[in-house]
C-alpha cells in the first residue's frame, strides 16, 4: 500500500519568506508526528497529532512554526519568516494509535534551504 | 543534555564482523525502546523494537537494561548493506519518541 508521502521533496526559499510543507499519512493512522534532521543531528520532535486531540506542541522551537492537521488526515507544517537555522530535512511520521507502542512509518522528507 | 545517548561513531569494521551498538536514556518513566535504521539521506525505519527480556531477529540481538537505563544491539557477520546509522529510540508515557543523534556504520569489504 501507499506509504506516508511529503511535498515538495525540495524547497529553496530566500530568509523572511514563509513556507508550507505538506504531509499525507497512511491511510487509518491516526498518530502523525513532525521532526526535524538537521546535518549530522539527530531527529528533533516538533509536534503531534493524535485523532481529535490537542496536538502536542512541546516541540515547536519558535511561535514561527504551527502545523494543522485537517479531516484527521493531510498535515501541514508552516514556518513563517523562515530564519537560515531553519535550513533542516522536515520528516514527517504516522502510527497506528500512540506511536509509543507502535512502529513509526517516515516520509522521504522535505529539504529546506533558507537562503 | 540529550535524552537518549549513543557514541556517534563511525564504526568501520570488515565483513563478517560482529559490532555492537550501546546506548542510554535518561527518563527512568520511558517504557518502550526501539532501533530504526537510516540510510544516508533516506527516512529512518524501523529495525526492531526492545524487550525487557532481549529479543532476536535474524542476526540482530537487541538488549534492555532498565535498571541501568541501556539499551544495545549486537549485529552478527555484517554485510556491506548493513551500511548505515543506527538510532536508538526510548518512549515516554506521554507520546514523545526521542531519538538519539545514531551510531554511523561502515561495514568494507
Known amino acids: 500500500g501507499a506509504g506516508v508521502s511529503q511535498s515538495p521533496s525540495n524547497k529553496v526559499t530566500e530568509k523572511g519568506k514563509d513556507v508550507e510543507l505538506r504531509c499525507d499519512p497512511i491511510s487509518g493512522h491516526t498518530a502523525l508526528y513532525w521532526y526535524r534532521q538537521s546535518l549530522g543531528q539527530g531527529l528533533e520532535f516538533l509536534i503531534y497529532f493524535q485523532g481529535n486531540s490537542a496536538p502536542d506542541k512541546s516541540g515547536l522551537p519558535s511561535d514561527r512554526f504551527s502545523a494543522e492537521r485537517t479531516g484527521g488526515s493531510v498535515s501541514t507544517l508552516t514556518i513563517q519568516r523562515t530564519q537560515q537555522e531553519d535550513s533542516a530535512v522536515y520528516l514527517c511520521a504516522s502510527s497506528l494509535e500512540r506511536a509509543s507502542y507502535n512502529e513509526q512509518f517516515f516520509g522521504p522528507g522535505t529539504r529546506l534551504t533558507v537562503l | 543534555r540529550k535524552e537518549v545517548e549513543q557514541d556517534p561513531g563511525p564504526f568501520n569494521v570488515p565483513e563478517g564482523a560482529t559490532v555492537a551498538f550501546n546506548c542510554t536514556y535518561s527518563?527512568?518513566?520511558?517504557?518502550?525502546f526501539f532501533w530504526y535504521r537510516q540510510d544516508c539521506r533516506k527516512e529512518p525505519k524501523l529495525l526492531m523494537s526492545v524487550y525487557s527480556s532481549g529479543n532476536e531477529d535474524g542476526r540482530f540481538t537487541a538488549q534492555l537494561n532498565r535498571a541501568s537505563q541501556y539499551i544495545s544491539l549486537l549485529t552478527r557477520d555484517s554485510k556491506l548493506s548493513d551500511s548505515a546509522t543506527y538510532l536508538c529510540?526510548?518512549?515516554?508515557?506521554?507520546?514523545?519518541?526521542?531519538f538519539g543523534k545514531g551510531t554511523s556504520l561502515l561495514v568494507t569489504p
Open positions: 529510540v526510548a518512549a515516554n508515557p506521554g507520546y514523545a519518541l526521542n
Open positions: 527518563n527512568s518513566a520511558s517504557q518502550s
